[in-house]
T-cell receptor, first 115, second 110 residues
């Protein structure tokens, strides 16, 4: 199956700093990418949907100025958590879809801990 | 969006078959039934998907009811590495955003 690589797999940062998470589709062109957040023992919560070359669409309650998403190419999307605080600590997961949007492939996830 | 319902948890013994059910009574004709599983601290892993006919791959089998309002993921011989949360989701050209419910937490006993 298709491969989606997410980096880093884990990161610890100080409160107030920003963290960038990368999501790459390695063997297909991802026209759409999704970003999710998952808290312990909960399901994946969709944060935003991004299409290559256009602005991301954020879910209700997700601050677009805090979670900056860039999808500048068909193989790379980034999520930047700006001015991170301890409550932003979570497991962040990206997903990529190709032109056949009836399939989705997921990255390995990034564990963010803000101290 | 079409929704799915799954039991919160199921248990199995190692080497035994496991049948994980999923109800999707509001499924539309263009919805594909996808199954993913998530091991601890990992992203979801694709397992199998189908539209109308039953499907088999190296990981599992997918049995789809004739009316498509339910499906069953079948693990033929559960191993300890199959312990995970299994998600049944619907994807279609009209609603292509993978939306996750709580899934089924599969516990496999040695």
């Amino acid at each position: 199956g298709a491969v989606v690589s997410q980096h880093p797999s884990w990161v610890i940062c100080k409160s107030g700093t920003s963290v960038k998470i990368e999501c790459r589709s390695l063997d297909f062109q991802a026209t759409t990418m999704f970003w999710y957040r998952q808290f312990p023992k909960q399901s994946l919560m969709l944060m935003a949907t991004s299409n290559e070359g256009s602005k991301a669409t954020y879910e209700q309650g997700v601050e677009k100025d805090k979670f900056l998403i860039n999808h500048a190419s068909l193989t790379l999307s980034t999520l930047t958590v700006t001015s991170a605080h301890p409550e932003d600590s979570s497991f962040y997961i990206c997903s990529a879809q190709g032109r056949r949007n009836t399939e989705a492939f997921f990255g390995q996830g990034t564990r963010l801990t803000v101290v | 969006d079409a929704k799915t319902t799954q039991p919160n948890s199921m248990e199995s013994n190692e080497e035994e078959p496991v049948h994980l059910p999923c109800n999707h009574s509001t499924i539309s004709g263009t919805d594909y039934i996808h199954w993913y599983r998530q091991l601890p601290s990992q992203g979801p892993e694709y397992v199998i998907h189908g539209l109308t006919s039953n499907v088999n791959n190296r990981m599992a089998s997918l049995a789809i009811a004739e009316d498509r309002k339910s499906s069953t993921l079948i693990l033929h011989r559960a191993t300890l590495r199959d312990a995970a949360v299994y998600y049944c989701i619907l994807l279609s050209g009209g609603s292509y955003i993978p939306t996750f419910g709580r899934g089924t937490s599969l516990i496999v006993h040695p």
